[in-house]
């Protein structure tokens, strides 16, 4: 039975760390933890991404791929959430390394307080 399970691959996102991998879509380095992804295909294999939006565009053309897709807290960086749970903010005031102003939350109390102090609108994480 443990094999079976270890076999099909991973089901929780890898952690990084700054510099470690280049983004799958992009190729720059992931370096502002705040912002980095990830999506993990049907077999266990994570894909890394620098951004939301990278995420995103990668999806679109391998979602036939996707097991799950993780965004970072960009509050606790080191806690990462399934982007369909996650409260998404677009806010010119917290840029993103590709320029899409995204950013994620894990709970709708800390989006809130981040769009006070940020502006900006929520962003349906399945409808970008």
Request: with cysteine; hydrophobic share 35%; proline share 5%.
């Amino acid at each position: 039975m443990v094999f079976l399970f270890t076999a099909c691959g991973r089901s929780q996102p890898v952690d990084i760390r700054a510099n470690e991998h280049l983004c799958e879509h992009c190729k720059m380095g992931i370096v502002e933890m705040r912002f980095k992804t990830q999506i993990l295909s049907l077999k266990g294999k994570p894909h890394f991404f620098d951004s939301i939006e990278c995420l995103f565009e990668w999806a679109v053309q391998h979602s036939k791929e996707i097991q799950s897709r993780w965004v970072t807290d960009f509050l606790h960086p080191e806690k990462w959430i399934r982007l369909e749970k996650a409260f998404i903010l677009k806010s010119k005031n917290i840029p993103s390394p590709m320029g899409g102003y995204l950013s994620a939350y894990s709970s709708m109390e800390d989006f809130t307080q981040a769009q006070k102090g940020s502006g900006g609108e929520w962003i349906h994480p399945n409808n970008p």
